[in-house]
């Protein structure tokens, strides 16, 4: 069970807010991830059983669902802030609540964020990021050391409902946030809440094989055949400084015919090697670089992140650079101290 437990207050608070509300719009980050995609909708399942019809939940996310999640029940029902801009403005007016989940802040959503921040209605922010902007929110239910977002939310919905409003179709949205936020339990489960919340969800009857299917073996050839460029093309190891990087042009991009999504969990095959033990991964965007980091062992990557603006967890990371990608690159060089140092150039370490 979570440990840490919550303000029974801030819990009856929000119970009472759920009940009251005739319009609740749930938002999550741009490029989502599993955790982002797996919470909302998650959330919206419960709120939905919770409220009954006289409530209407809507999902939005800033540039829809990624196409590796389509298959969570209730994905089709997502808005996206990118194809549909004036419906997104309209249910931000028209809401009574709104709650955000997996962002510790407004401007983790891009072109919606004036949106949530000019809203009049209460808000509520679920998390496990660092430093959530408190002056954004109502009530916060955050907690970094818990391994993901939809852990959060399955034992924040049994602090307001017990399990009445959890079944298998639920219980799937919510252990595929677990499962990829933890790198499928390899990292940010070191708490036994983490296991205990997989046992939970596991017992409603979920196929986790066929999760993880659903989200590994996905690959089209076009980007199989990218991640071998990426591998054997672009990974620069640096053995002394531990550390590994991959940087991705707009050019080497449009050559495969990938994009962010196609580089989901890329960057973790930097951390594959024994010795390295700090990866990142730049990728060249129209007006910026995202930038993400990953680290095993002692390595803190969310400090790094913080010095370009971003942040995240001790061991996964991230940033958004507005900088040009040349730029970008030096500046992470620099922080990564891998600046002037030439990187491997054979496979002997």
Known sequence: MYEKGFDNQQVARFKQWVAEAGKIVLYSHTNADGDACGSILGLARMLESATGEGCKVTKVLPNGCPRNFVWLPGAVDILSGEKERERCRKVAEEAELIVCVDLNGASRT??????????????????????????????????????????????LSEALWGEDYMDCETATCLYTGLSTDTGGFAFSCEQPSCFEAAAKLVKYCINAADIHNKIINTFSVDRMQFYGFALSERMRVYPKQRVALMAFS??????????????????????????????????????????????KYNVDVNVIAKELGGGGHTKAAGATCYMTFEDTLKAVERLLGIEGVEPLKNSRL
């Open 250 to 295: 707009l050019e080497d991009q449009r050559r495969f015919g990938v994009g962010g999504e196609d580089m989901e969990g890329l960057v973790n095959y930097t951390l594959m090697m024994r010795e390295m033990e700090v990866g990142a991964l730049l990728r060249e965007e129209q007006d910026r670089t995202k930038v993400s980091f990953r680290a």
């Open 110 to 155: 891009d072109m919606l964020c004036e949106d949530i921040r000019e809203a009049k209605c209460r808000k509520v922010l679920i998390d496990h990021h660092h430093n959530p902007v408190e002056e954004e929110f109502d009530i916060i239910f955050s907690d970094p050391k818990i391994s993901s977002t939809c852990e959060l939310v399955l034992w």
